[in-house]
Every structure is written in structure tokens, then in C-alpha cells.
């Protein structure tokens, strides 16, 4: 070693002075540390973008413009016989209404609004939904004494009228849109200004049955709110006893042996399998094999069992895990059996924990797609709703996402804003139940 | 007898036998719980366990079992001959099923009489006039044999009905009297009763096993089915995909499973650089507060569900990169046509992937042993020299079988390709063309009214099996990564 000592470095060095090599090192570790930050940052950023697109996008669906205008419900033409019987009455279809909406909105077009482009009463076909001859002869039928009388209506503009206002459709790119030109737009700037063309709160957004693709003011989400509704209960009263029972037996009973390592590799597996493999299990099961009524919240609901069950049994094995074995040691002292032990002592202490991972599960399943896109939830219009809890859970219906997916799907460009509308009301729900998951865990959860 | 009554009454048999057999104990006893081996409640789930659990769990076999049964019988009775050109006895059956369920409705509305049915002759009535009267909507005219098969077909199945309903009572019945003889003062009830919570518990976990049974089985059966119908070299190494639901499909796999894997790769490209370094920067750098500030945040990617990430790619992505590469954008170049590609929804899938790969790595890192940690610091090296050199390649492993997981969620990923990806199957390099992948076809060739015999619908089912496979070797090449990375530091 005394050799080393001849060998004098060659230039010198003092520990007050930074040598380039400690600065290179040391750039490096800001370089570094500045990677992690804006990585860090970049996910951030990325569920800003993420959530503010949503907001931005889909805050227009629960707004809608309505036309207000009184309706001159003429007998001569809803009750020719003028004797108010609610058959005949009915026997008059929605065609029948259409010209008195048109002549009521021509009416106030020409008192409103002298001197516009617009001629005759069949030119505002291009301002009113499809939808409102339905609406008011729905009105109508309830209340026959109206016929006769100028009533004054709320009705649904077109989409177009709409999209104007909200900005998504422009002179310019109305240009070649063969439903409406630029006289229109004229007249509902006009009619706005007057107080007539306004926008409200849409809460037929919220409840309402989808619409067909030709007019999206129409369509909500309320019906395949139900369908998730009547999904998310054969959810829960499936996966929370199933989930349960299977993790007590593998936490508390299970010998170590064979059969119970392959079941363990066996959830974790499961809960990595992708979940369109779950829909085509549901497909070939349920509706191929057992005959189940496709697009039933029924067989929805037993495909997202078995899918989040996985996650149910992994969460709740966590919190059986985390009550001590004093507890145990200490009931089985007093001569309990292992039985007593478990569901009298250590299922009472686990159930916080248990819960969180359900409602967890639970929110998982809600917004999940791909799974009932093959068991029939999309393709058709969800139009109707549930007479009842059996046809609630057996008839055809939609679920919120397999609905926002079907939006998306659809050319009219006014369907897109339904769609992250019906994000925005996902999520809601998707928060809610985190939150409650959160607020659970922490109020009830002991720590031992 | 319907369901809903043969339950029942099952029911209230089990109710009755808790009620007596608590009181036969209680009474064996002189009515004093002291004198008993178990707790009176004990005897009374004892009685009720046997009067129920055998009765439904024969209930529930029955079930399944009785349609398969009936089918087989009724299908082997119908002449080969008399199974029309360019049909099968698959769709013969169906039609069978149809008349027979059509028969049932016409009698519980009263249309025709019970006897009536059973007498019904094809050439003698218009059934499908009949059938039509009470809403059941036949797609040809009602021949003899399918007639003569749908009444065969009622009257099996209404004799394995009355005979489940006279075996499940008596079973019922048999275990209440069975339970309620042996029940006395000295009778270990509690023992019995746990054992069948035991057995419960047991058939609940079975689930789990019976799930994936379920899965390989529908996807195997299917398979074959498919394999049967078209050639599986074809199908394995095919590039060309163009279903066509009138015939002479080209169904090679090559193009989507090209599509999937470039995909993925762009994913992995954008998810694993982000994830892993905000996993190191959170692990290793962060204060204790912006850890629990910053943490959750990026997990909240993790649960918004997947249709919100499509949507996206499809109305926000998409248009934006064709603003910047389509013609007439930013770069005044023409390299993408549609809003949909595989960049678009290569991006959007690794910000839905961020979170998997940095949660999991954070969990690796923090379980290196920070004696590592301490005893490179000691030596001189800088923190991201410890990093770099010493506590990544002790967690390696981990962060390999990390990315794995990932890349199978990646693989198995359906929304976000399906509304983002496009739907055109191409071997093309161009990351800004459309491509699809496997789950988007699985999508496309099942929805809709394909019938389940064709081949163009039965190749889903060969993609979910390839699918399957590889998500399957994946994950257990994952799993047993990090499970013998974790033992190495415990």
C-alpha cells in the first residue's frame, strides 16, 4: 500500500472547490429528480386535460332550447265530431298535429318577427323537434277540455336550432345542410331576443328515454339509469354473500393444500382476465346455453358479478386479514366455536373494510362496457321503461355506459355532446360511491 | 306447479322445521337450554338446513338439466329426412322450442284448450295463424313434424316438471323428517349445522374454479366449432381479414393481432417512462405530503372507466393529431386521413395505463430494504446514483412483471380501440392509419343479428380464445415474477 503514496494526483483537489466531475454528478441528480417531477406532473396534467374536456364537452347536454308559444288546439281538426270522446280523440295521430304546432310558431314568427324570410307555415318545419306533436297530443289526450282553447306550450326546438345556440352549429357550416339555411337562424336570433327561443335546464336529459337517431334534443339517460340500477342490485346481492362467503373460507377454513392453491391462482388470474372475455362467457352461458333473454339487466348483472368478484374477495381477504389474532385466540378461549369465532367476532370487525372493497367492486362494474356490448345492451333505441321490477330486470334495456357508447356511435354530431353529458352523470355516481367508500374506511375502519 | 310456488312452499317447510325442531330440543330438554349439547337455535337451522339445502340443490340440477335432456330426446326423434334443404336441426329445434312456448301462451290466454293441444294437427289448423293471434311471430308456415316434435317436446317437458315437483317435496319433506327424528337433547346440532355453512362456504369459493370452467369451456367449444367450419392454419396465418356474412370470408389473425401488439407497444411507449418515473420521483424523492396529494390524483386515471377514455380518443384525440398530421394541418403534411388510428388510441391507452404501471412499481420500490439504500448513500453516490444503480436492478423484476400486467391490460383493452382504433385490419407500419385489433373484431363480429352457426360470428370466439391464451401467459409469467421477487426480501 506504501506504493500508492508515490503516485500524487495529478491535479489538486480541495473539498471548498467543486470539481467538474462532482458537478457533472450533481447536474445529473437535478436532471434526475426534474424527470420524476415532470413525469409526476405529466399524469397530472393528463387528468386535468382528461376531465376538464369532459366538463367543457358535456355541460351543453343539460341545457336545451325550448320554444314557448301559446297553441291554438283547433276542434275542427282534433275532434271533428266535437263530443270530447277520448277514442275518437285519440284516433287522430301525430300528423294531425304538426300543422297546428307550425301555423302556432308561424303565428309568432309573423307577430314577433315582421318582414323575415320566412313564408309559410310549413317553412318552420326546420325549427321544431320532431318530438313535439307527440308531446302534445300526449297532452291533449290527458286533458280532452283543452281542445278549442289556446294553450301555451313548451316544446323542444330541432337539434340544429339547438346547436346554434350552444354554438356548435355555425352559418358557415349549415352551408350544405339540406335541414336548415340561414333564414332560420335569422328568425331564432329574433325570437331569442324576444323571449321566446330560450335555453333552460334539460331535465329530460337526466330522466328521459333515448330517442331515435334523427332527434337527439330528445334523448336521455333516464331509462338505462335504470337498466344500471336494476344491473348494479343483481350486482351486489350476488357478489356480496358469494364474495364474502369464498374469502372467509380461504382466509379462516382453507387447509393448505392442492385444491386451495388453485383456487387462489385461480381469482388472481380472474381478476386479470379481460373483460370482454367475461361478455363472451355471458353470451355463450347465459343467453346461448341457459336461454336467458338477451339484453336483460339480468344476464348484464350475472357477467358483472363474476367479474368484479375477483376484486370483492381480494379486498375482503385483506380486511379479514387485518383483525388480530387476539380476537380469534381470545373468543375460541371462551369456548366459542372456530365457527361462533369467525361470524360472531372477526366479520363484525372486518365489515368496514369489507364494504369499502364492495362498493369499490361495485363502481368497477358500473362502468364497465365492453362485457355488455356482447350480450346484446346496445344497437337498439332504449325507449321504454321498466313496467315493473321483473320486467326491470328481464326486458331489453340499455346501461349508462353501453348508452353513451351507442352515442358516441351515432353520425349526428349532437349526439356527442349527449354523450359526455352522459359521462358527466356517470362519474358523478362513480365519485359518489368513492366517496362514501372513502368516508366508510375512514370513520369505521379501527387500525389495531 | 310454477317455480315460484315449489319454492315457497320449500321455503315454508324450512320455517316450519326451524320453529320445531328449536321446540322438540327445547322440550327433549325440559326447558332448560343447560341440558342441551348445543344452543337451541342450533336445532332449529339444523331441521330447516335439511328440510332446504337437498331440495334446492336437486332443484337446481333438474333445471339444467331438464332442457338438455328434452332437447336431445325430442331432436332424436325427428326423421333426418325431414330436415328441409339448407337448413339444420339446430334451427329446426329452435323452431320446435318456438311452437311449444307458443302452444303454453296460447293456453294460459285461453286461445285454445289443454286437450286441444295436444291433439292439434298441422294440416287441420293454420297454427301459425294461432300462434301469430297471440303474439308469437313464426318466420314459416307450421309443418307436421315440427308441430308433432313441439307437442312431443310439451309433453316431456311437462312431465319432467310434475316429476321435479314430486321429487324436490319429497326430498324436502324427507330431510325435515329425517332432521326432526334425530333431533333430542343429546344431539350435536351445532356440529351438523357448521359443517353444511362449511360446505357453503366451500361451494362459494368453487366459483371462482367454476368461472374460469365456464370461460375455457364456451371459448374450447365455440372454437372447435369455428375450426370446424374453417381451416386453422388459415386462421393462424391468414393476412388477409374480410368477413363477409354471405360467404368466402378470408379470416387470417395476422392483421389484428398486428394491430393489438402495435397498439400496445405505443401504450407501453407513452405509459411506461411516465409511470415509472413519477414511481421513483413518489418513492424516493417526494415529501410525505405531495405523496399523498400527488398519489391518489394519478390513481384516479385507474378508475375512470374505460368508455370515458374511448370517447375521448374519439372526439378529442383524434381530431387534434389530424389537425397537426391530416391535410391542410399544422405540418402541412397529409399522413392521416380519419380521426382514427393507432397512435390515437395507442396515446389515450397509455394515459389510461399510467397509473397501473407507477402504483404497482411504487409498491416494488418501497420494498427494497433501504439498507441498500443507506449503504450506497454511505459510499458516496448521489441519490439518483442509488437509484439508477442499486435499488432498480434490486427491483427489476418487480417493475418487469409490472409492465407485463400492463401490457396484458393493454392487450385485453376494448373501448378505447373500438371507438378510437378504427375498424379497417391492415399490415401497415403507418401509426397514423386506422388498424383494428382483437377485441374490436371480437365486438363487431358478435353484435348484431349474426346467427351463432356461421363462421364469421364463431370467429370471435376463436379470437377471445387467442386472446385468452395470451392475456393468460402474461399474467402468470407476472404473477410468478413478482411472487419470487417479493420472497427474495422477506
Known amino acids: ?60 347536454a343539460f341545457q336545451q332550447t325550448f320554444i314557448t308559444v301559446p297553441i291554438y288546439l283547433d276542434e275542427a281538426k282534433l275532434d271533428k265530431n266535437g263530443n270530447r270522446d277520448i277514442e275518437e280523440i285519440k284516433k287522430v295521430s301525430t300528423f294531425g298535429y304538426t300543422p297546428l304546432i307550425q301555423d302556432a310558431i308561424f303565428a309568432a314568427i309573423e307577430e314577433k318577427a315582421p318582414g323575415s324570410e320566412i313564408t309559410s307555415a310549413k317553412d318552420t318545419k326546420a325549427l321544431i323537434s320532431a318530438s313535439a306533436a307527440a308531446q302534445i297530443r300526449d297532452v291533449v289526450i290527458a286533458n280532452p277540455d283543452m281542445i278549442g282553447k289556446s294553450v301555451e306550450f313548451r316544446i323542444l326546438a330541432a337539434s340544429r336550432v339547438d346547436g346554434y345556440l350552444k354554438g356548435r352549429v355555425t352559418r358557415d357550416s349549415i352551408a350544405r345542410d339540406k335541414n336548415i339555411d ?123 358479478t363474476l367479474m368484479t368478484l375477483p376484486t370483492i374477495i381480494i379486498s375482503t381477504r385483506a380486511s379479514l386479514k387485518s383483525v ?28 368496514p373494510g369489507i364494504l369499502t372493497g364492495t362498493i369499490i367492486g361495485l363502481a368497477q362494474a358500473l362502468g364497465e362496457t365492453a362485457p355488455l356490448l356482447l350480450i346484446g345492451m346496445v344497437g337498439y333505441i332504449a325507449s321504454n321503461y321498466p313496467s315493473g321490477p321483473i320486467s326491470g330486470f328481464m326486458d331489453p334495456n340499455s346501461a349508462m355506459p353501453a348508452q353513451i357508447y351507442e352515442w358516441a356511435k351515432r353520425a349526428d354530431p349532437a349526439y356527442y355532446e349527449r354523450a359526455w353529458g352522459g359521462i358527466i352523470i356517470l362519474l358523478v355516481f362513480l365519485i359518489t360511491m368513492n366517496i362514501i367508500a372513502i368516508i366508510l374506511r375512514r370513520r369505521f375502519e379501527r387500525r389495531w | 306447479m310454477p317455480l315460484l310456488w315449489l319454492v315457497l312452499i320449500v321455503l315454508a317447510l324450512a320455517g316450519a322445521g326451524y320453529v320445531l325442531g328449536r321446540q322438540r330440543a327445547m322440550s327433549s330438554a325440559g326447558g332448560d337450554t343447560r341440558h342441551l349439547h348445543s344452543l337451541p337455535v342450533y336445532y332449529g337451522s339444523n ?42 336441426l339446430s334451427l329446426l329445434m329452435s323452431d320446435v322450442r318456438r311452437v311449444a312456448d307458443g302452444l303454453d301462451l296460447a293456453i294460459s290466454q285461453g286461445t285454445i284448450a289443454a286437450d286441444e293441444a295436444k ?36 309433453a316431456l317437458t311437462g312431465t319432467g316438471s310434475m316429476a321435479m315437483t314430486v321429487v324436490v317435496l319429497a326430498l324436502a319433506l324427507g330431510g325435515f323428517a329425517y332432521a326432526y327424528s334425530r333431533t333430542n337433547k343429546d344431539f350435536r346440532a351445532r356440529n351438523v349445522v357448521e359443517r353444511s355453512i362449511r360446505g357453503l362456504l366451500i361451494a362459494a369459493a368453487s366459483i ?53 401488439l402495435y397498439i400496445s407497444v405505443i401504450a407501453l411507449a407513452v405509459a411506461v417512462p411516465i409511470g415509472l418515473f413519477a414511481a421513483v420521483y413518489l ?84 420494498a427494497v430494504p433501504q439498507s441498500m439504500r443507506d449503504g450506497s448513500l454511505g459510499l458516496g453516490a448521489t441519490k439518483s ?106
Open chain 2, 119 to 154: 291433439t292439434l294437427r298441422a294440416d287441420a289448423t293454420d297454427v301459425r295463424a294461432l300462434l301469430a293471434s297471440v303474439g308469437v311471430a313464426l318466420g314459416s308456415d307450421v309443418n307436421e313434424t315440427t308441430l308433432s316434435a313441439a307437442q312431443e317436446f310439451r
Open chain 2, 283 to 366: 418513492s424516493e424523492y417526494a415529501g410525505a405530503k405531495v405523496r399523498a396529494f400527488a398519489k391518489p390524483l394519478i390513481e384516479v386515471l385507474a378508475g375512470i372507466p374505460t368508455i370515458v377514455y374511448g370517447l375521448f380518443a374519439l372526439l378529442t384525440v383524434g381530431p387534434l393529431l389530424v389537425k397537426f398530421f391530416g391535410s391542410g394541418g399544422t405540418f402541412g403534411v397529409d399522413w392521416m386521413s380519419g380521426a382514427s388510428s393507432v397512435t390515437t388510441a395507442g396515446l389515450v391507452m397509455g394515459i389510461m395505463l399510467i397509473p397501473f404501471v407507477s402504483s404497482l412499481s411504487d409498491d416494488i420500490i418501497n
Open chain 1, 324 to 351: 388480530p389474532p387476539s380476537i380469534r385466540d381470545a373468543a375460541l378461549g371462551l369456548g366459542a366455536s372456530k365457527m361462533q369465532s369467525v361470524f360472531h367476532h372477526v366479520l363484525p370487525l372486518a365489515m
Open chain 2, 47 to 88: 331441521v330447516a338446513i335439511f328440510a332446504a339445502m337437498p331440495a334446492f340443490l336437486v332443484l337446481a340440477v333438474w333445471l339444467i338439466a331438464q332442457p338438455l335432456l328434452v332437447d336431445s330426446i325430442v331432436s332424436a326423434d325427428i326423421p333426418a329426412t325431414a330436415v328441409p334443404e339448407g337448413s339444420t
Open chain 2, 385 to 490: 446514483e442509488t437509484i439508477k444503480q442499486v435499488v432498480l436492478p434490486a427491483a427489476l423484476p418487480g417493475i418487469v412483471g409490472a409492465i407485463l400486467l400492463a401490457a396484458s391490460r393493454a392487450i385485453g383493452e376494448t373501448m378505447i380501440v373500438v371507438l378510437g382504433a378504427g375498424a379497417a385490419a391492415r399490415l401497415s407500419m403507418n401509426p397514423l392509419e386506422a388498424m383494428t385489433t382483437v377485441t374490436a373484431k371480437i365486438v363487431s363480429q358478435l353484435t348484431g343479428d349474426a346467427d351463432f352457426a356461421s363462421p364469421e360470428a364463431l370467429v370471435a370466439f376463436a379470437l377471445g380464445m387467442t386472446l385468452f391464451v395470451m392475456t393468460l401467459g402474461l399474467n402468470v409469467l407476472a404473477l410468478y415474477i413478482v411472487r419470487k421477487y417479493r420472497e427474495q426480501y422477506e
Open chain 2, 208 to 260: 371462482a374454479i367454476l368461472t374460469t370452467v365456464g370461460i375455457v369451456l364456451s371459448l374450447v367449444f365455440n372454437t372447435v366449432e369455428f375450426f370446424r367450419l374453417y381451416p386453422a392454419l388459415d386462421f393462424f396465418f391468414g393476412t388477409t381479414w374480410s368477413p363477409s356474412f354471405g360467404g368466402g370470408s378470408e379470416l387470417g389473425v395476422l392483421p389484428l393481432l398486428w394491430g393489438t
Open chain 1, 182 to 304: 340561414a333564414k332560420h337562424l335569422d328568425v331564432v336570433d329574433t325570437l331569442r331576443s324576444k323571449g321566446i327561443v330560450k335555453r333552460e335546464f334539460n331535465m329530460a336529459f337526466i330522466t328521459g328515454a333515448d330517442a331515435s337517431e334523427s332527434r337527439p334534443e330528445q334523448a336521455g339517460i333516464g331509462v338505462s339509469m335504470l337498466g344500471s340500477l336494476f344491473m348494479m342490485l343483481v350486482v351486489l346481492v350476488l357478489s356480496l354473500p358469494i364474495g364474502v362467503a369464498a374469502s372467509i373460507y380461504l382466509e379462516e377454513f382453507a387447509p393448505q393444500n392442492k385444491w386451495t392453491d388453485l383456487i387462489e391462482v385461480n381469482i388472481s388470474n380472474l381478476a386479470a382476465v379481460p373483460s370482454i372475455v367475461f361478455g363472451i362467457l355471458g353470451l355463450a352461458v347465459f343467453i346461448q346455453f341457459a336461454g336467458l333473454p338477451q339484453s336483460a339487466p339480468l344476464v348484464g348483472g350475472l357477467v358483472l
Open chain 1, 1 to 60: 500500500m506504501t506504493d500508492a503514496t508515490n503516485n500524487t494526483p495529478k491535479a489538486k483537489t480541495s473539498l471548498l472547490t467543486v470539481s467538474p466531475r462532482v458537478k457533472k454528478r450533481n447536474a445529473q441528480e437535478a436532471r434526475f429528480k426534474a424527470y420524476g417531477i415532470a413525469a409526476v406532473a405529466t399524469g397530472l396534467v393528463f387528468l386535468v386535460i382528461l376531465l376538464s374536456t369532459i366538463l367543457y364537452n358535456g355541460v351543453g
